[in-house]
């Protein structure tokens, strides 16, 4: 099985590097160190990434769940960002197809793998449909709280988004007691990458619980950085905005 494997994750690997030929070695360069990774990047637009997948690889069959492993030993052997790509790709028009447990057993260690911030949202949105529902919110959550107090970057960062991800999009939300239980002890985190969280997941509480959050960030005006407090004004009036910048002044 391993070497089948293995020969699953050359086919996906040398099918995108094919694809990559002709690109532009500069604008893949400028690309890689915008996403921040230190994976390989073929620089491929996202719409040739979805083309490759819509033709359909050997290992594709009409058992999404059996299709879905394969992916997720690709996505834990490939170095190259685009083949990994491909995994959430399948997910985004599969997800409802594959059982919520094998979900639950297999997406939370896909963060051991991530590395840059596109494959941290990619995640989160899965992970975020996970405590959304009721029949895995609660283990979940369990994870979420660990990743809160982790040394790895990325799982602190997705002990955040992962609560809301984008609230339009969900039906229901976590409560704002569990969201400031999260993201209090995160406000002095030194990486830059949990304060772009911090900032998205007030910004997206605001959006649910806007009278909670404003009182939250107005308390704790000067504990919140740069980098979070920009994000997280967003979806604010100019007059809260104003009000906010001016207390943060004094």
Sequence with gaps: MKTDINKYTKEVENT????SLNNDKQKTEKLKKYIGTNLNVLGLVT???IDAHKK???FYSEQKEDTFLILNNIYQQSTIFEAKNIAFIFLDKNHKHISLQKQLN????WVKHVDNWAHSDGLSKYLSKLVE??????????IIKKWNTSKNL???RQSLISLFYYARTKSKHVSFELTQELVSPLLNDKEYYVQ???GWTLRESYNVYPKQTYTFIEQNIKNISPTAFTTCLEKM???QKDILKEKRKK
Excluded: C, Y
Aim: aromatic share 6%; glycine share 4%; net charge positive.
């Design 56 to 58: 359909g690889f050997s």
């Design 196 to 198: 772009k969280a911090v």
């Design 16 to 19: 995108l590097n094919r694809l």
């Design 47 to 49: 719409k040739v990434q």
């Design 237 to 239: 009036t100019k007059k």
């Design 133 to 142: 529902d009721d029949r895995t919110h609660e283990h979940m959550l369990s």
């Design 154 to 156: 990325w799982e602190r």
């Design 106 to 109: 297999i997406l939370p260690k």
